[in-house]
């Protein structure tokens, strides 16, 4: 599957600070729900000493095509493994892709030696805004996309984008729809206390209180966690502050590589 997924491969092109441990490391990161790889540029031109790997979920963007469709959390994640392919990685994601990411890690056990996810969602948890699967399934997905777009990003934001962009983001609706209604359980959908490896968690300081109680349930439930506060940041942290997202990408390869982190 992972052959036919629009992926950006970000060699490293400076490695006179980076440590031989962390050489070795592919960094792979995972957008959230209604985005694609592009949302990471400006963090990947602050990671030009490591191997980065980014790409556009199935259902997303320049995968939007890739068959069969992507309609549960598990199809994404076997996708991550698949790029992985057995190389020693780190994995960090963003929204929704914090959830492909934490799943990858169980499924990749032994090719994932870190993970770091900021604010993913967790509807699972008594606290999360209620919304029930069969309500968000029966969304028209074009409509789903412009509101979810709105909600996020603003009604202002999406009114000065330009009507190509918008209907790419229509277009998106279905994934969007499919994986927001799957992630809708009662229970987590994997055990976090098995993670195993060394995970980052990260949070806006003016993000809304949900995304930041998750971050609360995921310190309490995950062993060896650590948690980075991004000062002024909200949802889209990885858009509105690169600097500080690189510095969370750069924690992580660094808690993979054996605790040293390169600069």
Known sequence: ???????????????RATSASAEELLVVLVHGSLDRASSFSRVVRRLHDLHVLTYDRRGYHLSRHVAPPATTLEDHVADLVALVQGRPSVVVGHSYGGDVALGATLAARGWVKAVGVYEPPVPWAEFWPRRSVSDIAAEDPAVYAESFFGRLVGAEAWERLPERV??????????????????????????????????????????????????????????????????????????????????FVRRVAGAGSGGRSPR
Request: glycine share 8%.
């Open 1 to 15: 599957m992972s052959a036919r997924l629009h992926v950006l491969d970000h060699p490293a092109v400076d490695r």
């Open 166 to 247: 918008k209907a790419e983001r229509r277009a998106d609706g279905p994934a969007l729809v499919a994986e927001l209604a799957d992630l809708r359980r009662p229970h987590p959908p994997f055990d976090l206390a098995a993670l195993g490896v060394p995970v980052v968690l990260g949070r806006g300081s003016g993000s809304l209180p949900h995304h930041r109680r998750a971050i609360d349930v995921l310190e309490e439930t995950v062993p060896d966690t650590e948690v980075v506060e991004f000062a002024g940041a909200h949802h889209g942290a990885h858009l509105s502050h690169p600097d500080a997202f690189a510095a």
